[in-house]
């Protein structure tokens, strides 16, 4: 048992690799996603600390070159799913009751293995399941994974020292506990990070998992769990399964000791899997907590005051790194009339600059996006806007999917500011621009608020500082995370919490002691140290 209050390794960001040319960085890395497209692998299911294979396969192939096989994973039924939840639960007494710093340290492990032994591999993962170039794998797969368990780690003891005050004669303390149940973790394809944060921190917390990873990120989710084996995750903590969603959530949402909900995805995902959970909420041995980060349909908006070069780089990286497949990225933008000849001219440069293919091509700033599902709905839309007279693209358009799934950055320059792609998210590199009149400042900040159902991340730029305080109190509830002067994306752990409310999501900032608070159940306990022998009070005298 604990003897002690531990200070625990004081946090800090990792530091990210830039790969330049001629770097050992760059080399070892380009070796790793080398020596992993030359083989293939069996990725199978983790139950109960066991590998599970069931010979029902699913292929692995890299979304810019869809016909070469990286490999197979083992595609599992109800039966898995009953015994994943069957292992948290068997898992939970002697992981609930592991003192807390045995915990950390295991998580503290993972972040080194991250950052160290496994850097190169889980990062060429990412650019070979995910489609990321090296620079966003780093950013993701390394260092924000990494600051996950490094800074989690640091808010569960900042959660477990927050303690009441005693009065006289009484000693009141808080204790943590973890739910009474089990978790289950949803993960969403664009970000390893995120698909090892979302079961590891309820685990931190001393819950046990059962964890769900999207199909096009089960090549890195494999390596995730590889590094969580290595630094000593007991055996049920973390219970990984590959079926379909429905089949999974058929069983556990009707499970008695269904607990939680780690989850991120579709918006219209996370809105039924809500209404399941209520329909069912009499099941339950407690209220589920529901934690939730979904879609967004991201701003930038740019006073007249703004640069123009600063707005255009925002509007290269913020919509178009990763092939706009990220939550947060920029996808729709407010660019007054005065600068936007600028700022088109600038952006086109970039965009004419943009190169586009494989990413062990360093020289490639595009890559594919993830899958043929994924690249028909971009393409939908795309040939949408082509037969509308109230938008037109500037950039851009092409798409073909004969080798990868590859879609040209586009450009989209409206004159109707409710435009279909001003509304709704595409998830892809598709950026729709409104160019307003300078005297409408105000009006366009009214319109940039009421024009989406989300709010997870904006931009606003000005040079202007009470154009700047107008635009963060007009757009205080469009985005949970608010820049100025900055692209909308890049949250940093530990720097900016990161989440979003209205149809975004829950707002439970994965990145910072908020979210670690979900995963707790507190019990106050107070100690009377001499307790009272006489009913009898003294106004009774």
């Known amino acids: ?70 490999g197979h994973y083992h595609i599992g039924d109800e039966s898995h799913v009953k015994a994943a939840v069957s292992s948290a639960l068997k898992a939970r007494d002697l992981w609930s009751n592991m003192p807390w710093e045995h915990r950390a340290a295991i998580f503290l492990k993972a972040a080194e293995l991250i950052s160290g032994k496994y850097r190169f591999k889980i990062n060429a993962a990412t650019m070979l399941a995910q489609g990321k170039s ?14 996950f368990l490094r800074f989690n780690v640091e808010y569960m003891t900042q959660i477990y020292c927050e303690q009441p005050e005693s009065a006289p004669g009484i000693w009141n303390r808080l204790e943590y506990r973890p739910l009474e149940g089990f978790v289950f973790a949803v993960t969403p394809f664009n970000f390893t990070a995120i698909a090892g944060n979302l079961p590891a921190t309820p685990a931190l ?17 494999n390596v995730v769990m590889e590094i969580f084996m290595e630094a000593g995750l007991p055996a049920g903590v973390i ?56 879609g967004g349909k991201d701003f930038v908006v740019a006073h007249p005051s703004a640069k123009s070069k600063e707005v255009s780089t925002a509007l290269s990286r913020g919509a178009f790194e990763f092939q706009g497949q990220k939550c947060s990225a920029a996808s729709r933008a407010y660019i007054p009339k005065s600068i936007w000849p600028a700022v088109k001219k600038e952006l086109l440069d970039d965009l004419n600059d943009f190169k586009m293919g494989s990413p062990d091509d360093m020289n490639n700033f595009i890559n594919a996006v993830i899958d043929e599902r994924a690249f028909d709905k971009i393409a939908s ?51 729709t621009i409104y160019v307003y009149e300078d005297e409408q400042w105000l009006e366009t900040l009214k319109l940039v608020d009421s ?34 002067n900055d692209k909308p994306t890049g949250a940093i752990v530990g720097q900016q919490p990161f989440g979003g409310s209205r149809s975004s999501g829950t707002n439970d900032k994965a990145g910072s002691y908020m979210n670690l608070l979900r ?4 019990r106050t306990i107070k100690e009377c140290l001499v307790p009272p022998t006489d009913y009898r009070y003294p106004f009774l005298g």
Request: glycine letters at 8%; a negative charge; proline letters at 5%.
């Open 451 to 484: 024009t989406s159902d989300y709010a997870l991340t904006g931009a606003i730029f000005s040079r202007d500082r009470y154009a700047a305080i107008e635009a963060s109190k007009a757009l205080e509830n469009a985005a949970g995370n608010f820049y100025i």
């Open 205 to 221: 917390m001393g819950n046990t998992v059962v964890w769900k990873a999207a199909d096009s990120q089960i090549y890195s989710a």
């Open 1 to 70: 048992m604990s003897n002690g209050i531990f200070n625990v390794p004081v946090a800090s960001n990792e530091p990210i690799y830039d790969y330049a040319p001629g770097t050992p960085e760059r080399e070892a890395l380009l070796a790793s996603y080398k020596e992993q497209y030359a083989s293939t692998v069996d990725v199978p299911m983790y139950i109960g600390g066991k590998e599970v294979r069931t010979g029902n396969l699913g292929k692995l192939t890299p979304p810019h070159e869809h016909n070469h096989l990286l």
């Open 239 to 294: 219970n990984l399964i590959h079926v379909d969603g429905p089949v999974a959530g058929d069983y556990i949402f009707k499970h008695r000791d269904f607990a939680g909900l780690h989850f991120t995805g579709s918006t219209a995902v996370f809105q039924h899997l809500w209404k399941t959970i209520g329909m069912n909420i009499n099941m339950y041995r407690a209220y589920p907590r529901i934690v939730g980060e979904t």
């Open 519 to 522: 995963w707790v159940n507190a």
């Open 134 to 147: 090296c620079y966003q794998a780093e950013i993701d797969a390394v260092c924000e994974f990494a600051d």
């Open 381 to 431: 839309y795309i040939d949408f806007i082509k037969e509308q007279k109230d938008a037109v693209i500037i950039a851009g358009g092409g798409y073909d999917k004969s080798v990868g799934y590859f879609i040209e950055p586009t450009v989209v320059v409206t004159t109707k500011p409710k435009f279909r792609t001003m509304v709704e998210e595409i998830f892809g590199p598709v950026l």
